[in-house]
């Protein structure tokens, strides 16, 4: 444990959340008296007052969220370090999985900054209006946020505190491989119906991103999110390394492989992200943004587009599929 | 998206005109920064740098080196297990090697002595690493071996020019002369090293013909290592193995934990600095709040004086941490970090002079840029907010 | 055309010291009139002015503005209904010291996001209308008083804004320079701007081209 949190990488990351930490714990603080006490029709100073923290909320926010989109790659970054400690890893995949709140943490995290991208957008559409429509809404939704954040601080610390570098970890050729004939792929799919179903899956998400069919949207997105990561890992991730049996989702973030993980996780969850965020937009808040969608589309579009480049290329070059 | 840029334009024109001319107000803030910046980058220069030395060496050293061991301490090792060890399988490049501190008493320096087989291939590779390709049979018609820098100084100071006489455990003197200084390069890990023929090792340490510090070997299938190990651990009961992995973590555990160090130190140093932000910002000399009380009365919100504020900080940050990385760059890797490398290298037996390799990791500047903005931008996120919310009227006042 | 109904602002209102500077005022201004606030220092015309301007919040009451209502604005909406609709002159200039004339200007420009260049020649044309492009490239704080002024003027009036408010505007000039400033203002009432000044500067009642005065009293308002 100590050599893990003697670590140079794990010492600034853990450091960097948390300082953003204690500015979301003041957010939560004033966030608090602003649901107590809000009251816009009132002239007085305590309301007046009350505006102004809710500026400092949303100056919060918008900054943790900006550094915590840096420090989810930097994460990645800091446990793919750790390989070197941790025997038996050869890359992040092996680190994560050193105890039980890796998976759940990566998870979370990603989550977190979903919620906290559709915050912003809440922002501002309140910011828009000439009542503070949605403070209220927003104020709660803070409020649960900040015990996801919360969860994910306590998450943070368990984690590197609880890597063993005495117990050997297993590397993603384990992890992820079909080891025995044993498939790893959910319900019982086989490769060929993995691709149909991903770009089935996309086909329906273009669509009824396109169409603003906003309940659609929302109920495709996950599914394509599931499917598009068992695709990446199993499929598309074997054309990036050339190799059939290597089968890792974070391999492909090292220098080696051209950091073109960033790319392909990145396309893939801002492209969601604002699929989300639109969805949110027209259904709750009924305001339509061609804008949102066509972000959305176009995230979307190049990572599909990507990931199946490298299967194209490698047919070109070699005349068969791995 | 052209109208977004030239929407933002003449704000980045407004940002970059006022900070400029009002260049002095910041100046304190940016010297702190630059010096921070410029102490921990060198810090994790030299520790980077030197990191990937060492490692680099490990890495051609044998991939197993296995000693005899007696009452717990390491002792000669037997050259007949050489015989069992070669029967394991995937077992290759097996050596033996003789070495030892010889003690200088008049001074209480010791030189490190390494005797190997001049004609083995794993060595004459690590050899040809130190000293380049040389003219073995000069080197072995006489008694004859390598220095490096610090013996070969230490050595003419106590007027030892041409040979030097080894005193042997049976008394008698051994001289030896000495052939050739290894590169200046080589001194962090061959600072103090002798190197020579390993009969002659076996003479001045007194060791039987029979006898060898240890044994190394490569097994290239790393997925054997571990069945290697049980293997040995079966062939002899005394035996102490040590592998290159462990070699290795040693030295990432030694350089994580003296750069911990530095950054735990660091931290405390931080968080004084961070104070001194908050407050230098906080107290928003009457001349600023003026001056954003006007920009709020001509129409600017709130939002806008935030993004103001923040975008200032995040230039002088950019601006800090660039000219603090390239001082830092010229110290260790152009001066080579005078004062600093003690630190690391510690109290050398014999004195001498090392160059870092530059190391420039794009993953140790991005930590190095964390550790420092986002502690500088949390620090005055408040007192932005403060200064931007102060009512347009009151704060001309 | 500004509507103010029953207007109420007290200072520190939550403590012991609490001062009411505006009581109940009640007043309309036409478009393109040019108005007087006439009083004493301390009377409130200034709250007054800073009010109608969005610099404050009023304790209660109305403001409107074109038939908008800006007294409960958050602040976004009301910064951009001061950088849009109003120009304000200030009595001690409130201009940035450190900047030069021109740079002062473009200030007021920057939250109309606007392309550079066209804030530039904005700023040039309205440097011209205050007669102070000659010293464009000045910094302040190097400007006489009546430079200043229009330097003040000259940011006023950039945004080209429908409402200018003087808050004071001679009480820093010299006579020959509050003549110039009279002059600049009967330019802007022809230009149909509405034009509200608080002063109690004596010069204004002799003028011809005020459409209305109004006196203020310890926070109340009287017509003549």
Redesign the interface.
């Given at each position: 444990m100590n050599?893990i949190?003697?670590?140079?990488?794990v010492?600034?990351?853990l450091?960097?959340e948390a300082?953003?930490y204690?500015?979301l714990l003041?957010a939560f603080v004033f966030t608090l008296t602003l649901l107590k006490s809000w009251n816009?029709s009132h002239?007085?100073?305590?309301q007046?007052r009350l505006?102004?923290r809710s500026?400092?909320v949303m100056?919060?926010v918008l900054?943790t969220l900006m550094?915590k989109m840096?420090?989810l790659p930097?994460f990645v970054?800091t446990i793919d370090?750790l390989s070197?400690?941790v025997?038996g890893a050869m890359c992040a995949a092996g680190v994560i999985k050193a105890n039980g709140y890796g998976t759940m943490l990566l998870t979370l995290k990603i989550v977190l900054l979903f919620l906290s991208g559709l915050w912003m957008g809440i922002n501002q559409l309140d910011?828009?209006?000439?009542?503070?429509r949605y403070l209220r809404a927003k104020s709660w939704f803070f409020f649960f946020l900040f015990v996801g954040l919360s969860v994910e601080m306590a998450w943070d610390i368990l984690y590197f505190t609880q890597i063993q570098?005495t117990a050997p970890v297993q590397c993603c050729s384990v992890i992820f491989g079909q080891v025995g004939g044993a498939n790893g792929l959910p319900f019982g799919l086989d490769t060929f119906k993995l691709m149909v179903l991903f770009y089935l899956l996309f086909a329906l998400l273009f669509l009824s991103v396109l169409t603003y069919n906003a309940l659609l949207s929302v109920l495709v997105a996950p599914l394509f999110l599931f499917i598009a990561y068992y695709a990446v890992v199993y499929v598309f991730g074997t054309y990036i390394y050339e190799l059939p049996t290597h089968k890792c989702p974070f391999c492909m973030l090292q220098d080696h492989y051209h950091y073109v993980g960033y790319l392909v996780w990145g396309f893939l969850l801002f492209g969601l992200f604002f699929v989300l965020k639109g969805a949110m937009f027209s259904y709750v808040f009924k305001e339509k943004s061609e804008h949102l969608n066509r972000v959305a589309l176009g995230l979307l579009s190049i990572f599909v587009l990507l990931c199946s480049a490298y299967v194209l290329i490698y047919y070109l070059k070699n005349g068969v599929l791995l | 998206m052209k109208n977004k840029i030239l929407r933002y334009q003449a704000f980045v024109y407004f940002l970059t005109l006022t900070l400029w001319k009002q260049k002095v107000k910041h100046t304190a803030a940016v010297f702190i920064s630059i010096l921070i910046i410029f102490l921990l980058s060198a810090v994790l220069f030299v520790s980077s740098s030197l990191k990937q030395t060492l490692l680099h060496t490990v890495k051609q050293q044998g991939d197993f080196t296995v000693t005899r061991l007696k009452a717990g301490y390491a002792t000669q090792t037997p050259s007949s297990w050489i015989e069992q060890i070669e029967q394991i399988e995937g077992v290759t490049a097996l050596t033996t090697r003789v070495h030892g501190r010889y003690f200088y008493q008049p001074k209480g320096k010791s030189f490190l002595v390494v005797g190997i087989d001049f004609f083995d291939e794993q060595n004459s590779q690590l050899l040809e690493a130190l000293i380049g390709k040389m003219a073995l049979k000069s080197f072995l018609s006489q008694e004859s071996m390598v220095v490096g820098q610090g013996v070969k100084n230490f050595l003419t100071a106590h007027f030892y020019e041409d040979t030097f006489s080894f005193k042997t455990p049976s008394g008698a003197f051994k001289e030896v002369h000495i052939a050739k200084q290894l590169d200046e390069s080589t001194n962090l890990i061959a600072n103090d090293m002798v190197i020579m023929p390993i009969a002659l090792a076996r003479e001045i340490f007194g060791f039987d013909e029979n006898e060898v510090s240890d044994i190394t070997f490569n097994v290239p299938n790393e997925a054997e290592w571990d069945t290697i190990i049980t293997k040995l651990h079966l062939l002899f009961y005394d035996v102490r193995i040590l592998d290159k992995r462990e070699i290795q973590k040693g030295y990432e555990n030694m350089f994580n934990y003296k750069g911990g160090v530095f950054l735990i130190l660091y931290l405390v140093t931080l968080l004084t600095f961070m104070l001194i932000l908050y407050q230098r910002y906080a107290m928003v000399y009457s001349s600023e709040r003026k001056e954003i009380g006007t920009l709020r009365a001509v129409g600017w919100s709130i939002k806008e004086i935030l993004l103001y504020k923040f975008y200032e900080n995040v230039i002088i940050v950019v601006v800090s941490f660039t000219v603090g990385v390239l001082l830092a760059y010229g110290y260790v890797f152009l001066a080579n970090a005078p004062f600093l490398k003690a630190i690391f290298l510690g109290n050398a037996n014999l004195s001498y002079t090392v160059g870092f390799t530059p190391v420039l990791e794009l993953g140790l500047l991005g930590s190095l840029f964390l550790l420092y903005a986002i502690p500088f931008l949390v620090a005055v996120l408040i007192p932005a907010w403060k200064i931007a919310v102060t009512p347009p009227k009151e704060a001309m006042q | 055309m500004i509507v103010i109904e029953n207007l109420y602002k007290t200072y520190n209102e939550e403590r012991a010291d609490a001062y009411p500077a505006l009581k109940g005022i009640n007043l309309q201004i036409e478009k393109g009139s040019t108005v007087i606030l006439s009083g004493v220092s301390g009377s409130g015309k200034s709250t007054l002015l800073s009010l109608i301007g969005g610099l404050d919040k009023p304790s209660s009451g109305k403001i409107m503005v074109e038939e908008r209502l800006i007294s409960k604005l958050p602040d976004l909406h009301a910064s951009a209904y001061r950088s849009q609709t109003v120009g304000m002159v200030f009595q001690h200039f409130n201009l940035i010291e450190s900047l030069s004339v021109e740079e002062n200007i473009i200030a007021a420009l920057i939250p109309l996001r606007l392309p550079l260049n066209k804030m530039q020649k904005m700023t040039q044309e309205s440097m011209e209308l205050a007669n102070i492009s000659h010293k464009a490239s000045q910094q302040v704080n190097a400007l006489s008083g009546g430079e200043k002024q229009r330097c003040a003027i000259a940011r006023a009036l950039v945004n080209r804004p429908n409402i200018i408010l003087c808050d004071e505007p001679t009480a820093n000039l010299d006579k020959a320079n509050t003549l110039k400033f009279i002059e600049i203002l009967k330019t802007l009432r022809q230009l149909g701007k509405t034009i509200v000044i608080a002063t109690h500067d004596p010069i204004f009642q002799a003028l011809d081209f005020i459409d209305q005065t109004y006196f203020i009293e310890n926070g109340s308002i009287r017509s003549e």
């Open positions: 050599e949190l003697f670590n140079n990488q010492i600034v990351y450091l960097s300082l953003l204690a500015l003041i816009f002239f007085t100073q305590a007046f505006e102004n500026y400092l100056s919060i900054f550094l840096l420090l930097y970054y370090s070197d400690l025997p910011m828009k209006t000439t009542t503070y570098t | - | -």
